[in-house]
């Protein structure tokens, strides 16, 4: 952890936080242009606060869950501005179109499984049979 500001308050640098995170300070970089994270300056090195890092902690779990970043800005704003209760009932919203995203997928890999299944099997048979030529 890098000195501390005036207020005292922890404050961490890029490279701090790449290691931190196992992120490139480029991907940090990314989320400051995306609007996730708005460190200070000291000059031209960037400056982090616990605010910075905890928004960034739930930028990178909404991104391991497959929320978009605009998704997640929209969460993450919320903090701010919102009541918890709607931030509660919003982030309900966003999994639920997640969880619906996923289960489709996974019923659509289900289906290609078992046409590969059916093919497979089609396949041994004729091979078993003598029926295929090659």
């Known amino acids: 952890m890098s000195s501390a500001s005036a207020?005292?308050?922890?404050?961490?640098?890029?490279?701090?936080?790449?290691?931190?995170?196992?992120?490139?300070?480029?991907?940090?970089?990314?989320?400051e242009e995306q609007g996730l994270i708005t460190p200070a300056r000291a000059g031209v090195q960037r400056v982090y606060t616990k605010r910075d890092r905890t928004r960034l902690k739930l930028t990178l779990r909404g991104k391991r869950l497959g929320l978009s970043l605009a998704e997640i800005r929209e969460l993450i704003d919320m903090y701010d501005t919102a009541p918890e209760s709607s931030q509660l009932a919003r982030l309900i919203e966003v999994l639920a179109v997640r969880r619906a995203r996923l289960e489709q997928q996974r019923e659509d890999i289900e289906a290609v499984l078992g046409e590969l299944d059916a093919l497979e099997k089609q396949c041994r048979d004729l091979l078993r049979n003598g029926k295929a030529t090659v």
């Not at 005292?8 to 989320?31: C, G, K, M, Q, V």
């Open 7 to 31: 207020k005292n308050e922890a404050t961490y640098s890029i490279a701090e936080l790449a290691r931190e995170f196992d992120l490139t300070p480029r991907a940090i970089r990314h989320y």
